[in-house]
């Protein structure tokens, strides 16, 4: 496939997000290592959001993070996938819900927040 034909998916897949940023953060993901003990040591709020038609295996993962940890929220985004999850409203919605019932004012002064 040419360079043209990669960029022309790219812009289906992802939009007008930072395609950049996304490739660097999927690099990252190869050397993250989630096991159960360190699950069990975070003490903080949890939030896991994903689309509705997100994979069976994704589902699962949360379903056992939730288990380990005992407590944690979840937003399952109606009508949305693996890629798409990200760039509805009600994503974006339910992040600044959940970072503003879990911080106080003082550090949401600093926040810099943009809702397409």
Known sequence: MS???????T????GEQDVRA??????I??????????????????????GEGESPSTQRYVTAARN???RSDIKVIPNAG????PSRPEFQQAIL?????????????????TLS
């Open 97 to 113: 819900t959940f970072l503003e019932s879990n911080t106080d004012e003082s550090q949401r002064s600093s926040w810099v927040i």
């Open 11 to 14: 812009r289906w897949m992802f």
């Open 29 to 50: 993901l190869k050397d993250l290592r989630v096991t159960e003990a360190g699950l069990r040591k975070y003490a903080g709020p949890v939030l896991f959001v994903y």
């Open 22 to 27: 996304l490739a660097a953060a999927n690099r």
């Open 68 to 70: 380990v940890l005992g």
């Open 82 to 85: 693996h890629f798409s999850t």
């Open 3 to 9: 360079d043209k034909g990669l960029q022309a998916i």
